[in-house]
């Protein structure tokens, strides 16, 4: 079946320094992908997207890449700070309306 | 406020007993979305509905019932809970733009523990 593979499943990074972390998506029907970032407590809150048409996008301090041809998407957050800290989650859908998510990634940001 | 809320946060109960989570949300959202995440494995997605009496299996339905008899409300429900089915689950909403699924709205999350 349809799966996205998430990588890194942790990462730590010094306050300031840039983090990047990687999906790789398996339907080549897929058209929408998202990322989720998850407080401790809470539900997962969308952080930046893209549709399969556009190549990047960016929205301040964050942006994500697409590349359709190798089917593998990345977020990338550049100046980090202690509350980047969180789970993240990537995710891939299509027009059947089912949603795949990665298996997230624990970022850690020291101060 | 535009939100979407779970009910109970927290259960204990015991295999076999029957319960019922439930979701509303008030931005009017076509689609609703069921997931339970697990530690290493992320998000996955139980079931979905795209419309009022329109539901569909997501990865992981066995074991689940859910149902969508009104647009706002999409309940979740163990007919005869297992340990396996202890998790975290969140129901989410989203507009469906010309087919297409939109940036999801999630709810606070339910702790399920099946003893």
């Known amino acids: 079946g349809e799966n996205v593979e998430q990588h890194p499943s942790t990462l730590s990074v010094q306050e300031g320094d840039s983090a990047v972390i990687k999906c790789t998506y398996s339907d080549s029907a897929s058209n929408y992908f998202p990322w989720y970032k998850q407080e401790l407590g809470k539900g997962p809150q969308l952080i930046i997207d893209?549709?399969?048409?556009?190549g990047e996008k960016k929205d301040q301090r964050i942006a994500v890449t697409l590349n359709k041809t190798a089917k593998h998407f990345s977020l990338h957050i550049t100046e980090t700070q202690p509350e980047d800290s969180a789970v993240y989650f990537c995710a891939a859908s299509s027009g059947s309306f089912k949603t795949i998510f990665g298996a997230g990634t624990r970022l850690f940001v020291k101060a | 406020e535009a939100q979407v809320t779970q009910n109970p946060r927290y259960l204990i109960t015991v295999t076999g007993k029957k319960l019922t989570v439930t979701c509303s949300q008030n931005?009017?959202?076509?689609?609703m979305s069921w997931y339970r995440q697990d530690p290493g494995l992320g998000l996955r997605q139980i079931y979905y509905?795209?419309?009022?009496?329109?539901?569909d299996k997501g990865d992981v339905p066995e074991g689940y019932k859910v149902s969508r008899k009104e647009k706002r409300n999409f309940p979740l429900i163990l007919e005869s809970p297992s340990p396996n089915q202890t998790s975290l689950y969140f129901c989410?909403?989203?507009?469906?733009?010309?087919?297409?699924?939109?940036?999801?709205?999630f709810g606070p999350g339910t702790r399920l523990t099946v003893l």
């Open positions: 931005m009017n959202h076509e689609y």
């Open positions: 989410a909403s989203t507009y469906t733009t010309s087919g297409r699924v939109d940036e999801q709205f």
């Open positions: 509905s795209m419309n009022v009496e329109v539901t």
């Open positions: 893209i549709r399969s048409n556009v």
